[in-house]
């Protein structure tokens, strides 16, 4: 299981990455973590004419908060373990902090980015969830410049995104949380650090719901009924969170009846019919404040 | 900085080197001028091959050769059987390259010899490969519709089929007042050691070679690859470096040990080809694909009168060296340590298009707990009876000792199991394991999940008939070198044996210096299988230590001018029988060793032990599960394996092994499986996709180490202990999970058990599809 | 110069400078395999899962066949043999011995490596994360118990040597 041939550019700036990705049309793929593709490159299921490695470009691992608006800018080679130690994170958006545990393992976070895990958008996946329920918004370079897309119109499919070909995520972008936000991450996976079965990320509180599920279909998959139900009783999530979450459930029951779930060997579309509607609940169950912010 | 611990039982020999990162596999063998292979494999089912071009990957820059079946010259070796070769069986064999046909993904077609392996796989892609594809026979009910027959000259897909009994079982199940029948499954998985296959081949002369990577079974493989070479078998020697883990199936032969050596001895030059982890999961032996239905009959009192029963096993494409015993095991062990009087079995081997099966830890022992012991569940149940008085009723014990099982194998005489109280040790699992306290929450939901408990009950053979060969030899230093046929595969074979040849010898193990790994060490050997490493492979040390002792003896008369009946062996040296004066002669081994010099000799014996009976280990295994029914997960809260294995020469190791291997029978129960879809595809070619425990998944396990049983057949009283963890654990899981959903009606018949499994299963029980179909 | 052609590396292995040419599709645990003769690093499975050939990259666990020795160019990395004191064994390696935490011993050198990170940064972690900190490590032999026991032994062990 040895990778193919390919062409490495190692490039310093940004610019440099996007000519490099240029001069191969649409053979060459950016290389952040490597800790999807290579895995992929080694089964030779991809062979990527050059790669572009993205870790020696200077500024791509920033973490910022905006003086302004209060987003929280996050660079797209951010490692996944930054995001579970940076107070930075863990105070303006905790449901980041809290979705890094669940992605795999201690060594692939410290090579794994925050830009690839979304690039690569593979739909069991946690933090492409996370970015559609926080709102974020990716930040794209390319030839023609840099553009901005909503997480919710960022992924396409199975492993397809917003980002074409010669492009490259460079930033994520969290808007601010509004005062009295709840958020929170539930999967069932088949054992610690696996792909989701089915997964709920969600936040409430302060502003319209957002509940997104993972390991479900193709892409991280909005589930509006759901939304619906927690905006209702949001409110109430103090005193009567049990009967919230049963709400939500019921609720996502209704979502899931009419996606087209994936069935794989981990599990049958039939079972994450019947499971998504407990682990959203669940995830309601285990929402907290996100604590009050400047 | 080094710091000592503050306490410890002393640490393994093997230990330092392979801490350290200094221990040599395969893989870290580097030989001058070594090119690197890689097989191609068939990625279909079955099918004609088409056209098979190489020209292109021939041609590529660092490509010194690609091989294909013409290589062989006309006649390709068919891979033998080691175990078991029932009559039908050789017209399944194997050759190492696909001859015009291939039957099941990753059947090697080609191998490719290239200066590194990167460009080898890079030629690999090279290669034209056109199969036509056949209908793929996917599993044992297929096989025997025989619509689609793999073996062509066969005729049909039925390898071997045979009838075994003892007793009268007709009339006894007549008899019975109660009989249930039911279908069990076993699924498909494999062992999975963390290092995977690997070999290095050299010729050092047009009639001599080596072969690195060996294991497991070193001398029978010598044998068969020399013959197939047309070599003297001392001319080819097989070496073991340090293996990472067997678990039954490394060290078997398989196609590339006959690819490696062709490859090297064609090309003059060393040939390595380390197994990748996808080619491992479609090419290494998988196990357990076994459809077994069986009857139990029970009179009045509940007692146990008779068992019979259909085994298919599963076999795979292909009969590997042992596949065999998977399926005669399985039935033989299908009445277990029950006072089962009567049994009749119909066993058939059938070829599928999938990877020929072969043993795995326990093979056909899993599978038979597995059957009889959820049956004796279900019959409880049935009955209103408590299963554990169930089985109490119908254990054996010490008085039934020992207890003829008659000839449920063919071409094997009758069998007996060798003492122990079967019933003594499930009560000793119970107490440890606090049944009573456990069983007030059996069936119970707290906090949503639904609590179980369950045991199983087993005895298993080891050993067996199989001959041994040590040596032991006196240095001028007096140290003790003992040069032994059993293998190494990761179980710390070194430290036990030097233990045992220490006790025998009356010395300190730290003064044997093990050696084994070779093939040109001894003119013959054993292996390591059947957990028979101590059971034969020690007893051959302590007869060898016998007779060194008395040649020591012999050799000391001879210099003191003493009668050998004046002196004795104590501790390591040879003294006068009663020292009155308290002045006698002693002699330490180094000294005996100049006096064997002195006469031209060496202080040397060299053993041959032919073990003359088989050993039966018994114990029991119990769970506590809680099951979370919305979801299908389920959390072992407790898990307890007892057995005896007559003596624990190491105990910490055995311990190790125990615990080692319930773990990987939970694996197998809740992860492991491998899945071929309707065509024959395996989809199940990655470690993403192969699930095996982590650190994470199945903390609450512990097992109990009897030696209240020691078997008579051999010195040190030992029995197998390397199998007890694994053995049980399907049976246990199956219960424990299935008397949690007995309130919502749900009876596991399948070992595989996953949050999918349980979701059908307890919507068919919603569903009122009776759970109890099965039933007669 | 083709951008496939291979490039020298430079960068510092177990405390000690080496350079060494490599084609840029080679893995880090391949080149420290064959170029620097690092025969400790192991290779389980060579798509990321089983954890064999975790080493340290800048003092943080990784997989060696993750990353391609091209990227480790200026990098200090760690392997099992930088973690082996000259005069004998460190005393996590001491407490796997003692606890019987190997047995076969391929995957050894991978959980030396992950449980030794994980008590640098957790000098005193309970169960549950020595578990979760090694659950990107495959064992097929031990069945994790006395690799655990051997973590929280080695934390036990140096609290009370470091106490007054």
């Keep these: 299981m040895k990778p193919p041939v390919f062409d490495y550019c190692a490039p310093e700036s940004l610019e440099e990455a996007i000519a490099c990705l240029a001069e191969y049309d649409e053979d060459a793929r950016p290389l952040a973590g490597g800790q999807s593709m290579v895995p992929m490159m080694a089964l030779r299921l991809v062979s990527p004419a050059a790669l572009v490695d993205l870790n020696g470009v200077h500024g791509l691992d920033s973490e910022a908060l905006d003086p302004d608006s209060g987003a929280l800018r996050l660079g797209a080679m951010l490692r996944t373990a930054r995001l579970e130690r940076s107070p930075l994170v863990a105070r303006h958006q905790p449901l980041l902090a809290a979705a890094a545990p669940w992605i795999a393992h201690v060594a692939i976070r410290n090579r794994g980015t925050i830009g690839g895990s979304l690039s690569h958008a593979d739909p069991a996946a946690e933090l492409p969830a996370v970015a559609v329920a926080l709102d974020a918004r990716m930040r794209i370079a390319g030839p023609a410049g840099l553009r901005e897309v909503p997480a919710a119109e960022f992924f396409f499919g199975l492993f397809e995104t917003a980002v074409a070909p010669g492009e490259i995520l460079t930033e994520i972008v969290f808007p601010k949380m509004p005062q009295g936000r709840h958020v929170a991450l539930y999967e069932l996976a088949r054992r610690h650090g696996d792909f989701a079965m089915a997964g709920v990320a969600l936040a409430f509180g302060g502003g319209p719901a957002r509940v997104v599920g993972f390991g479900l279909t193709d892409r991280p998959v909005r589930l509006s009924e759901a939304e619906a139900a927690l905006d209702a009783g949001a409110a109430d999530f103090g005193s009567a969170g049990k009967e919230l979450a049963a709400s939500v459930a019921q609720a996502a029951a209704a979502d899931v009846s009419a996606l087209d779930l994936n069935d794989d060997l981990q599990a049958s579309a039939a079972w994450r019919r019947d499971a998504a509607p407990v682990v959203a609940a669940r995830a309601v169950a285990a929402a907290r404040p996100t604590g009050g912010q400047p | ?776 | 110069m083709s951008r496939a052609a291979p490039r020298t590396v430079t960068l510092t292995v177990n405390g000690r400078r080496c350079s060494a040419d490599t084609e840029p599709r080679r893995t880090l645990g391949d080149f420290l395999r064959q170029e620097l003769g690092l025969t400790g690093t192991h290779l389980g499975c060579e798509h990321g899962v089983c954890g064999a050939c975790t080493v340290l990259l800048d003092g943080a666990p990784v997989r060696a066949c993750l990353l391609f020795a091209v990227q480790a160019e200026g990098a200090e990395v760690v392997t099992i043999e930088g973690l082996t004191p000259p005069d004998g064994l460190s005393d996590l390696q001491q407490a796997f011995s003692a606890a019987h935490a190997l047995q076969c011993g391929f995957c050894t050198p991978g959980f030396i490596v992950a449980a030794d990170a994980l008590l640098r940064e957790t000098p005193d972690p309970d169960e549950e994360t020595v578990r979760n900190a090694l659950s990107g490590n495959i064992c097929r032999c031990t069945g994790y118990l006395p690799i655990v026991e051997a973590v929280l032994a080695t934390a036990r062990n140096r609290r009370t040597e470091g106490a007054p």
């Design chain 2, 1 to 776: 900085m080094t710091r000592p611990l503050v306490h410890g039982p002393p640490a393994r020999r093997e230990d330092a080197a392979l801490l350290s990162g200094r221990g040599c596999f395969v893989d870290d063998l580097q030989l001058p001028g070594m090119l690197h292979a890689a097989v191609l494999r068939s990625p279909h089912a079955h099918g004609d091959i088409v056209e098979l071009d190489v020209s292109q990957a021939a041609a590529l820059p660092g490509v010194v050769a690609v091989l294909t079946a013409a290589d062989f010259g006309g006649s390709m070796p068919r891979i033998p059987i080691r175990l078991q070769p029932f009559d039908g069986l050789e017209r399944m064999l194997q050759t190492p390259l696909a001859e015009g046909k291939v039957r099941y993904v990753g059947e090697p077609v080609a191998m490719v010899v290239a200066q590194d392996r990167y460009v080898a796989e890079d030629a690999l892609e090279c290669i034209m490969l056109d199969i036509a594809p056949q209908p793929a026979v996917i599993d044992a009910d297929a096989a025997l519709a025989d619509d689609t027959i793999l073996h062509a000259a066969a005729g049909s897909n039925v390898a071997c089929r045979y009838t075994v009994a003892r007793g009268t079982p007709a009339d006894a199940m007549a008899r019975a007042v109660y009989r249930r029948t039911a279908r069990f499954r076993s699924h498909r998985h494999t062992a999975l050691p963390l290092e995977t296959r690997g070999l290095v081949a050299e010729w050092t002369a047009a009639d001599r070679a080596r072969l690195w990577g060996a294991a497991k079974v070193t001398y029978f493989n010598r044998d068969a690859l020399a013959a197939a070479f047309g070599l003297a078998p001392e001319a080819l020697e097989l070496i073991e470096l340090d293996v990472g883990g067997s678990f039954g199936v490394r060290g078997e032969l398989y196609p590339e040990d006959y690819l490696v050596l062709l490859a090297a001895r064609r090309l003059g030059r060393p040939v390595k080809w380390i197994e990748d982890r996808r080619e491992h999961l479609a090419a290494t032996n998988h196990s357990r694909d076994v459809v077994c239905e069986v009857t139990l009959g029970l009179d009045a009192e509940g007692r146990f009168l008779a068992m019979t029963g259909t085994v298919h096993a599963d076999l795979g494409a292909y009969i590997r060296t042992n596949a065999a015993v998977v399926a005669s095991r399985a039935a033989q062990f299908l009445p277990g340590p029950y006072r089962i009087e009567h049994a009749e079995f119909d066993v058939a081997m059938l070829m599928t298009s999938k990877t020929p099966v072969g043993t795995l830890r326990g093979p056909g022992r899993v599978e038979a707990n597995f059957f009889r012991e959820r049956l004796i569940d279900m019959i409880a149940t049935d009955i209103g009876m408590d299963p554990i008085d169930l089985r109490r009723r119908n254990l054996l014990t010490a008085a039934d000792m020992p207890y003829a099982i008659g000839r449920l194998v063919p071409n094997e005489g009758p069998g007996e199991y060798d003492g122990g109280d079967y019933l003594a040790g499930l009560d000793g699992l119970l107490e440890a394991f606090g049944w009573e306290e456990r069983r007030a929450l059996q069936g119970r939901e707290i906090e949503g999940r639904r609590h179980g408990i369950g045991v199983g009950c087993f005895v298993e053979s080891s050993g067996g008939r199989s001959p041994e060969t040590a040596r032991l030899s006196v240095r001028a230093d007096g140290r003790v070198a003992l040069d032994i046929g059993v293998c190494a595969v990761g179980q710390g074979v070194q430290s036990t044996m030097a233990v045992i040849a220490g006790e025998a010898l009356g010395i300190d193990p730290a003064r044997v210096d093990v050696r084994h790994g070779t093939t040109s060490l001894l003119p013959s050997g054993g292996g390591t299988f059947h957990a028979r490493s101590v059971v034969i492979g020690g007893a051959c040390v302590v007869a060898a230590a016998g007779r060194l002792k008395a040649e020591a003896v012999r050799l000391a008369a001879l210099r003191l001018n003493r009668s050998e009946a004046d002196l004795v062996w104590q501790d390591g040296s040879v003294c006068q029988a009663a020292e009155e004066d308290g002045t006698g002669a002693v002699l330490d081994l180094a000294q005996l060793s100049a006096i064997a010099t002195e006469l031209g000799q060496e202080l040397q014996v060299l053993e041959v032990h032919h073990p003359k009976a088989t050993t039966y280990s018994y114990g029991a295994h119990a769970a506590h599960v809680a099951v979370d029914p919305a979801t299908g997960f389920v959390e072992v809260l407790g898990y307890l394996a007892l057995e005896d294995v007559g003596r624990a020469v190491m105990p910490q190791l055995v311990h190790g092994q125990a615990i080692g291997a319930a773990v990987q029978g939970l694996g197998e129960v809740f992860l492991e499986q491998i899945v071929h879809d309707a065509e024959g595809q395996l989809l199940t070619g990655s470690l993403a996709d192969y699930l095996v425990p982590v650190a994470t998944d199945f903390p609450a396990v512990d097992a109990i180490t009897w030696e209240r049983a020691a078997s008579p057949s051999n010195p040190l009283g030992a029995k197998g202990a390397g199998e007890g963890g694994i053995i049980a654990t399907a049976a246990a899981i199956g219960n424990a999970v299935s008397a949690a959903l007995a309130p919502l009606g749900v009876s596991l018949t399948e070992t595989l058990i996953t949050p999918d499994v349980l979701r059908r299963a307890i919507r068919a029980a919603e569903a009122g599809e009776d759970p109890r179909k099965d039933e007669t």
